[in-house]
């Protein structure tokens, strides 16, 4: 019996965090008709490998105004979702040496002119809230109150199960393996089973396998996948409430854990670590582990007993200029929400909203987040998205 075709107003070609927020936002909206197809299982992807920073700290304004609607939906997951997202609102620190003064106050200045609550403050403030590290190199800091750190996963899950509310299918374990394509136009997706999903809109949020599943339809997006390690430390001492802390001098990110871990990550991405997302080692290198100690050790040395509890990897989907595409496609009823380069987590709400805003309108429905930003043609033109101002040595993060 051969499976059955049927047809839908949008169908979306992934369930992480991405595809599930579009899904959400799409339901908000009234579109209802829609079906989300993930091969696995809703998060089941680089979803859960997210490290889960929430920060507004951004050069580029369309992407500091997309966190600061992210961080608004997160501080009323509750009220939202009916559930706990994760989300723990610690403050985020960022810390600059002497060369990038100048151009963090003036990030700072811009990410308020979109509406992110975001401070400087001095080494006196920043001592009473993380007393084990050593803040000797850093000449300026910048404070977000409101930010922290969350839990992708869990995210991912209730944007689905708020879609779902609204009549929205979200059918897991459904392989789609190619577009269905007529002329210059999507009409649909074809299944594993070899049935059909007839759509007048197509949005891929396919992350990491974004690149081979568009190329067989002559859609190259500039994507590289890029292998990320993270370690968790217990620092032999109960830290209390400690913000994250973004380093930009040492090149390193720490945040709290509810275990009363820290995570670990390194902020050096100068040289990409290339990997096959089907195929890659889920341990920690033995030299990260080096660079870890060295790290940690250099800029918390009141760390009482640290010990390296865990460690996992996972994959960032990285275009050139390190933001996402988020963009109507190159064929009619093509929508792109691929490219996130490790900025996924924090701006997945807002990222919902403009590809709902693409899907219904064409455009989006923010001032502060114009789709040209974003669009797929910026990197054929050779005008990438690029921060005002950029940090000497930590340029491609921010």
Wanted: glycine share 12%; net charge negative; proline share 5%.
């Amino acid at each position: 019996m051969s499976a059955a075709n049927t047809t839908a107003s949008v169908v979306i070609v992934g369930g992480g965090l991405e595809g599930a927020a579009t899904a959400w936002a799409l339901g908000q909206r009234g579109i209802t008709d829609v079906v989300v197809c993930e091969r696995d299982t809703v998060g089941g992807g680089m979803t859960g490998k997210s490290s889960g920073i929430v920060r507004c700290h951004y050069g580029v304004s369309s992407l500091a105004a997309m966190a600061a609607v992210g961080l608004e939906v997160f501080e009323k997951a509750e009220e939202i979702f009916g559930t706990d997202i994760g989300f723990r609102q610690t403050g985020y620190v960022v810390g600059v040496g002497e060369a990038n003064v100048e151009n963090l106050r003036k990030s700072l200045a811009a990410q308020r002119e979109v509406g992110v609550q975001t401070e400087e403050i001095d080494a006196a403030e920043v001592a009473k809230m993380w007393p084990a590290a050593d803040l000797e190199p850093f000449a300026a800091f910048g404070w977000e109150e409101r930010g922290g750190y969350g839990d992708a996963y869990q995210t991912a899950q209730a944007f689905a199960a708020a879609a779902r509310a609204t009549g929205i299918k979200i059918r897991q374990g459904t392989t789609v393996t190619e577009l269905v394509v007529d002329g210059d136009r999507v009409t649909g997706v074809r299944l594993a089973d070899g049935s059909t999903i007839s759509a007048d809109t197509v949005v891929v949020a396919t992350g990491v396998w974004s690149k081979p599943f568009l190329a067989p339809h002559g859609i190259d997006v500039p994507i590289s996948v890029h292998r990320e390690q993270i370690v968790m430390i217990h620092p032999g001492e109960d830290l209390g409430q400690v913000p994250v802390f973004s380093d930009l001098v040492s090149l390193q990110y720490v945040r709290p854990d509810v275990r009363g871990e820290i995570l670990f990550g390194n902020s050096d991405l100068k040289e990409l670590q290339i990997a096959d997302p089907d195929n890659y080692s889920n341990r920690v290198d033995s030299d990260f582990v080096d660079l870890t100690v060295d790290k940690v050790g250099t800029r918390f040395p009141g760390f009482t007993d640290p010990a390296i509890t865990s460690s996992y990897a996972g994959c960032y989907d990285v275009t050139p200029d390190w933001n996402p595409i988020i963009s109507r496609g190159p064929l009619d009823g093509l929508v792109l929400a691929v490219g996130f380069s490790g900025h996924g987590f924090k701006i997945s709400p807002a990222v919902g909203r403009l590809v709902a805003d693409l899907v219904v309108d064409g455009h989006s429905s923010d001032p502060r987040i114009p789709e040209s930003d974003f669009r797929f043609t910026r990197f054929a033109e050779g005008d990438p998205l690029k921060t005002r101002f950029p940090y000497v040595g930590a340029g491609e993060m921010r």
